[in-house]
């Protein structure tokens, strides 16, 4: 059978990277590894080779796999010195660079498990190129400069890339990293496994020092990403999968599998949105009491799929009245992308640093701007997600994917640190439950609860429209509810594609980004922002 292939990112390079690859006869990951090195390059803010990502590898007929591509913290880390430092971890420098990056180790396995034709220099020259060429400056990229120059005053090989002359980046400008460039062209060389334990893991860990962080050469030495089962539940709409440890994928889950018991009574678009927001809470609560690194699981996240734990969780939730919510929340910055090739094998993807620009610390020697995931990490002993060498932390990311009742297929995600599992429930609902056009389900207006991007509020945001809309009648059922701009970055930059049992695909990406969908029909079009079918 042959299958129409697309291409989804939330950068348009990114997208037009990986379709060419795809065009060209390329497998889904290898489309997927060609593009994460470009919007590598193209998104420095969101994600890079210094932070992490995970994948879900979906062949027609066949259980989907999941890569756990989680850095761990520094096998020699020092806890009590942490702790004597106060009872936050740092947020910037080198002390907060903490875990290993793993986002290279899970290229690699993704290629082992959906192999094709391509050299490694066919997938990461696009991306060296842009680097050591210059990237354009997006809004997205100008505003993260900004925002995070408070936090990276004094770092100075991060400000001689992104501060050049000490002056913010503005949209249009040019960044050029011909470090990295060098970088992404000794990995097509010397192959991705360079990165942990040739040449370019000596170097690494060598400025990783001298910036005064924990991690040591045996950390890169010791690193390996895992191949795993994701977690999975079923629902009326078909057979959901996401990530388990040490992600939120189990919350992602819970919500559409709560939400799944509830929608009947979702008579009006109010009632919707109460509805999941609602199922929010109960599924963070479960996921802020469970998730970390899986040997300190108190049981299988997979055991709060189960149908008791969701009845529970379901008859917690009123469609009158809003329960109060005082949970802290994480911010992240974070890319998702999907693909699907000629043989029908889908892939969900993530890649982050976790902040904005991780924890500022630019590697001289490579180009690398390190991430700072520890800051997930707690300095309480009784925590279940304390610090600890070799340890991974909570993890925000957690691509999706759907094999549905009706044979269609589906991968989804989003960007957003605490807002991933909410803004994949808004999506999946409004195209399976409402039945909005797949390119209407990521556009339409959406809503985040919780603190999130640095804000230490705990408001259910809506954006304007939907506020508009709906504001009065949360408030009624007890919803602390504000209004925010619409198409706000906040609200993630998401993205889908669905394949029907034809071979036929449908793709989009977030009109809150700077992406694209692409797909490989005969009739090939680039629907920018907006809907490829």
């Known amino acids: 059978m042959s299958y129409q292939t697309a291409f989804t990112a939330p950068h348009h390079l990114a997208a037009q990277t990986g379709q060419q690859i795809l065009d060209s006869g390329g497998t889904a990951c290898e489309a997927m590894v060609a593009a994460a090195a ?3 390059v193209q998104y420095p803010h969101m994600n890079g080779l210094g932070g992490d990502s995970f994948w879900l590898i979906a062949k027609p007929g066949q259980p989907p796999v999941a890569i756990d591509g989680c850095g761990a913290a520094a096998l020699a880390i020092d806890v009590d010195a942490y702790r004597a430092g106060g009872d936050a971890l740092p947020e910037s420098g080198g002390s907060a660079a903490i875990t290993m990056a793993g986002t290279v180790s899970a290229w690699q396995k993704a290629l082992a498990i959906n192999p094709g034709r391509k050299t490694l220099g066919e997938l ?3 991306a060296a190129v842009a680097a050591a060429q210059g990237i354009e400056v997006t809004q997205s990229l100008a505003a993260a400069s900004e925002k995070t120059r408070p936090r990276f005053r004094g770092l100075d090989a991060f400000a001689h890339t992104f501060l050049p002359s000490g002056h913010l980046l503005q ?4 960044v050029v990293n011909p470090a990295l460039a060098k970088t992404l062209n000794t990995l097509a060389e010397q192959g991705l496994d360079d990165f942990y334990r040739g040449g370019l893991a000596q170097r690494m860990a060598q400025d990783l020092a001298a910036a005064g962080s924990p991690i040591t050469l045996a950390d890169f030495h010791h690193h390996q990403a895992r191949v795993m089962q994701p977690l999975t539940v079923q629902t009326s709409k078909g057979q959901l999968y996401n990530l388990g440890a040490p992600t939120q994928g189990i919350a992602s889950l819970l919500i559409l599998a709560i939400y799944d018991r509830l ?4 008579k009006t678009e ?9 199922a929010t809470k109960q599924a963070f609560i479960i996921r802020d009491r469970e998730a970390g690194d899986e040997s300190c699981l108190t049981r299988p996240l997979q055991h709060w799929l189960d149908d008791s734990v969701v009845e529970q969780c379901t008859d917690q939730v009123s469609l009158t009245r809003a329960l109060p919510w005082p949970h802290q929340a994480q911010p992240g910055d974070t890319v998702w992308m999907g693909a699907t090739d000629k043989d029908g094998t889908m892939v969900s993807f993530i890649q982050s640093v976790y902040w904005e620009f991780g924890s500022g610390v630019l590697l001289p020697e490579t180009g690398i701007v390190w991430n700072n995931r520890a800051k997930s990490f707690s300095l309480s002993a009784a925590h279940h997600n304390v610090l600890a060498p070799g340890k991974k932390p909570f993890h925000t990311l957690n691509p999706a994917y759907a094999e549905l009742a009706d044979g269609r297929r589906m991968v989804y995600g989003t960007m957003g640190g605490e807002g991933q599992p909410q803004t994949q429930s808004c999506l999946f609902s409004r195209y399976l439950y409402q039945n909005y056009p797949l390119r209407d ?5 959406r809503w985040l609860l919780g603190r999130t991007w640095g804000d230490d509020t705990h408001h259910l945001r809506l954006e304007q429209a939907l506020y508009d809309q709906c504001a009065d009648a949360l408030k009624q059922r007890g919803h602390d509810v ?5 198409r706000n970055e906040l609200m993630g930059h998401a993205g889908a594609i669905v394949l029907d049992a034809q071979g036929a695909v449908t793709a989009t990406s977030d009109p809150r980004s700077d992406g694209t969908s692409f797909s490989g029909s005969e009739d090939t079009g680039v629907s920018l922002n907006g809907e490829n079918q």
């Not at 949209?171 to 040019?174: A, F, I, S």
């Not at 929608?263 to 979702?266: D, E, G, L, R, W």
């Not at 109010?270 to 609602?278: K, N, Y």
């Not at 504000?482 to 619409?486: E, G, H, L, S, Y």
């Open 171 to 174: 949209p249009g400008d040019t």
């Open 38 to 40: 470009m919007i590598a």
């Open 482 to 486: 504000i209004a925010v701009a619409d």
């Open 270 to 278: 109010t009632d919707h949105v109460h509805l999941l927001v609602e």
């Open 441 to 445: 389900a990521v556009a339409a207006p």
């Open 124 to 126: 990461l020259s696009p």
């Open 263 to 266: 929608a009947a009574q979702a």
